[in-house]
């Protein structure tokens, strides 16, 4: 499973942690940036180049990290056929592949500590979308549904 990570300047320490740990399970991860903290970095670029990997089926996930997450969320939500998630913690990250078929995973670097975003990260890889009445939701968030 290939698994696509961005983050911005406040994001990148965590993108960093989670990154090490996804190879660490033997993940296939491309890193589409930043690659320092050091410099203040514009988050919709890393959301679009995520969300790209994933829409076109390069990477099967996405991972997107900033301040608080949100403007990541919003960033590569604007993706077709992306479905963003922005979570803090594992429940969420569960119910957001089960019931909404997420596949965008967005974390608030600042805010969510390594060990709780690692759970979230894991939780969101082993859970299938469990379709049915979901999946008639879901289709409904396409622009392009009749």
Known sequence: ?????????????????????????????????????????????????VAERVRTGEATYGVLICHTGIGMSMAANKVPGIRAALVWDAEQARLSRAHNDANVLCFPGSFVPVERAWEALQRFLETPFEGGRHARRVHKLEATHD
């Open 1 to 49: 499973m290939k698994i696509a990570l961005g983050a911005d300047h406040r994001g990148f320490p965590l993108k960093e942690a989670l990154k090490a740990r996804l190879r660490q399970q033997g993940y296939t991860v491309v890193d589409v940036g930043t690659h320092s903290a050091e410099t203040s970095v514009d988050y919709p670029d890393f959301a679009r180049k």
